[in-house]
C-alpha cells in the first residue's frame, strides 16, 4: 500500500469578551457562566417571539482578528440560521453565518520563519460570528441544562486542510490565541472553554489529490478517505497527542482494510484515546437559510480603515523587533512575547535598565551609546534574570506579570547594581527574593541587609593570605593539580566577607598568590 499523510484542518472558536452577549442585553462573562441559569433573558432561552439585536462590537473585533490575520473583509454579510436539535440549543436552531462570512480568505505564518528558516503559511477560509450554545451538566442524578452561555459571542475560524502534524497544528492554535490575546478581545483560555480547538483528520495518498478552495478533492479514480473530527479537547498538549493518535488509528484502520466513517470523535485525557461520539454532519444536514429576524450588514471601508488604525503591534512583528532592537536571542525573545503583559513589562525594563546605566558615573556614555556598545550583554542580563530567576517566584505563587509587586524601573535599578558589580550573585538571589515579597527597591533591601559587595581588593587580599596560611594541605593539593582544592579556597573566601565579596577579586588574588 502505497504510504499515507495526514490532511488536518481546524475548526476554532473563540468566545469574545464584550460587555454584552451577542444578540442581547445580558451582561457577558465567563465568570457569569459559572452561575447555572442566572445571567439570562428571553432571548437566551429562545422564547418565541424574541427579537435579537445585533452586537456593533463583536461585529467590530471579528473584522479586526480579520485584519490581523491578513484576511478580506466582506463588503456585505448577513447571518444564518444553522438548524439541528440538541439540548442545550433552546431555539432549536443557532444563529451563525454560512455563505457570508465577516472576512475570509486569509493566512497565519507558523515555524522558525522569524529565526531564518521559511516558516509555513496556514491558509484560513473564514472567520465569521455565531453566538455559543448552552451547554449540559452531567451528574449522578442526571443531565440539566445550563443556558449562561447561551448567546454568548462566539467567533469561528476554519482553516484549510493544509496541516500536515499535530506539532503544526498546535503551533497554529498557539499563535491564533496569541493574536487573539494581543488584540484584547479574547481570553481565550482552552481549560475555561474559551477557546476550542477542534481538528479535522483524514489520512490520504500522496499525490493522488487535491486542495481546492479549501476542500480536498480526489484526481481520476481516487477514493478519499473519510475524515473525523475531533472534539472535547482543553489543552495544547493533549490537542496534539489527540492528532497523533487519531493519524496512528486511521493509519493502522486503513492498512488492515477496516472501513472507516465520517464521525466526530472525543479526547479521552484517562487512556490517552480517541472515541467515537456520533456520525459527523455535513453542510446541508444543517439546513442553513437567511436569519429572518437581522438585516443583512453592509461594512464601509472607513469602518475597516479606522479599526486597521487600532491595530496594536502583533506578536510575530514584536518578536522581530525584540531581536534586532534589544538584541535579544530568538529563544529568549520568544519567550518574553508570549504574554503580552510580559513583553510590556521587558521593554520597560530594557528601556529603563539603560537610562539607570547612563546616570551612573562609572559608565561611560549617552543613552544611546551604552544600547549600541552593551546591548548583547544588557539582552542577556535582562533575560537571565527575568526568565530564569523572576518566573521561578511568579509561578510558585501563581502571580501573573502585572500583578508583581517589581516594578519595572526597580528591576532596571536591580539590573544596574548586578552589572556594575555593587552586589554579587548569591547577595543579588536575596535582594530579589525580598524584592518580590515586598516591593521595595533594591538599593534599600541592599543597604537595610548589608548585602553590599566588597570591593576593596587591601580587605579581600588579607582575608586570602589568611587562607593560604591556615590551609596549606589544600594549597598544595591545588599545586598538585586538583581543581577541587581551588574551588574550596574560593568558598573559604566568600565565607570570610560573609558572600559580599566580589568572586572575580577573589579567582584574581588568588591565582595571582598561588602561581
Known amino acids: 500500500m ?22 442581547c442585553t445580558c451582561v457577558n462573562g465567563y465568570e457569569l457562566q459559572e452561575q447555572p441559569n442566572q445571567n439570562i433573558c428571553p432571548i437566551c432561552m429562545g422564547h418565541p417571539g424574541m427579537l435579537p439585536v445585533i452586537n456593533k462590537q463583536a461585529i467590530e473585533w471579528t473584522i479586526l482578528v480579520g ?4 484576511c478580506q473583509i466582506a463588503k456585505q454579510t448577513k447571518f444564518d440560521r444553522k438548524n439541528y436539535f440538541y439540548p442545550d440549543l433552546p431555539k432549536g436552531y443557532q444563529i451563525s453565518q454560512y455563505d457570508q462570512p465577516i472576512t475570509y480568505d486569509g493566512h497565519l505564518k507558523i515555524g522558525n520563519h522569524a529565526q531564518g528558516g521559511q516558516g509555513k503559511d496556514i491558509d ?25 452561555r447561551a448567546c454568548t459571542p462566539l467567533i469561528e475560524l476554519v482553516t484549510a486542510p493544509t496541516i500536515e502534524s499535530a506539532k503544526e497544528a498546535k503551533e497554529f492554535c498557539q499563535a491564533y490565541q496569541q493574536i487573539l490575546r494581543y488584540l484584547e ?19 490520504q495518498e500522496p499525490g493522488r489529490f487535491v486542495t481546492e478552495k479549501g476542500e480536498v478533492k480526489p484526481l481520476l479514480d481516487y477514493k478519499l478517505n473519510p475524515k473525523s473530527e475531533l472534539k472535547n479537547i482543553n489543552s495544547f498538549r493533549a490537542m496534539e497527542r489527540a492528532v497523533e493518535f487519531e493519524i496512528k488509528r486511521q493509519t493502522k484502520a486503513i492498512e488492515n482494510g477496516e472501513k472507516l466513517i465520517q464521525e466526530t470523535r472525543g479526547w479521552d485525557e484517562n487512556t490517552q484515546t480517541t472515541f467515537s461520539q456520533r456520525s459527523k454532519e455535513t453542510a446541508a444536514d444543517y439546513r442553513y437559510f437567511p436569519e429572518p429576524d437581522l438585516p443583512p450588514l453592509e461594512i464601509s471601508d472607513e469602518l475597516v480603515e479606522s479599526l486597521q488604525a487600532t491595530m496594536p503591534e502583533l506578536p510575530q512583528a514584536k518578536f522581530e523587533r525584540f531581536i534586532s532592537q534589544y538584541q535579544f536571542d530568538p529563544e529568549s525573545a520568544r519567550t518574553l512575547i508570549s504574554d503580552k503583559n510580559l513583553a510590556s513589562y521587558a521593554e520597560d525594563v530594557s528601556s529603563e535598565l539603560i537610562e539607570w546605566l547612563s546616570s551612573l558615573p562609572e559608565v561611560t556614555g549617552t543613552a544611546e551609546e551604552i544600547a549600541e556598545r552593551e546591548g548583547k550583554k544588557l539582552s542577556k542580563l535582562i533575560s537571565n534574570w527575568l526568565i530564569n530567576r523572576l518566573f521561578k ?7 501573573a506579570i502585572r500583578d508583581c509587586k517589581i516594578s519595572p524601573e526597580h528591576f532596571a535599578e536591580f539590573l544596574s547594581m548586578i ?3 555593587k552586589i554579587n550573585n548569591n547577595s543579588a538571589q536575596l535582594v530579589l527574593e525580598e524584592m518580590f515579597k515586598t516591593g521595595e ?3 534599600s533591601i541592599m543597604e537595610s541587609k548589608d548585602l553590599g559587595q566588597t570591593g576593596d581588593e587591601g580587605e579581600v587580599d588579607t582575608i586570602i593570605d589568611k587562607i593560604i596560611t591556615d590551609n596549606p594541605k589544600v594549597v598544595a593539593d591545588y599545586k598538585s593539580g586538583k581543581e577541587a582544592a581551588f574551588k574550596f579556597l574560593v568558598g573559604m573566601a566568600m565565607s570570610a566577607t560573609k558572600g559580599k565579596a566580589n568572586p572575580q577579586i577573589i579567582n584574581k588574588l588568588l591565582k595571582e598568590k598561588l602561581g
Open 185 to 203: 478581545i479574547s481570553e481565550a483560555d482552552m481549560e475555561k472553554g474559551q477557546m476550542r480547538c477542534e481538528a479535522n483528520i483524514s489520512m
Open 124 to 148: 484560513i477560509i473564514r472567520i465569521h460570528l455565531e453566538e455559543d450554545t448552552g451547554k449540559l451538566i452531567h451528574n449522578s442524578d442526571g443531565t440539566a441544562v445550563d443556558l449562561s
Open 393 to 399: 517566584y511568579l509561578n510558585e505563587h501563581k502571580t
Open 441 to 443: 527597591t533594591p538599593t
Open 419 to 421: 552589572y556594575t558589580s
Open 2 to 23: 502505497a504510504k499515507l499523510i495526514p490532511v488536518i484542518g481546524m475548526e476554532i472558536h473563540a468566545e469574545l469578551k464584550t460587555k454584552s452577549k451577542m444578540f
Open 67 to 70: 485584519l490581523a490575520l491578513n
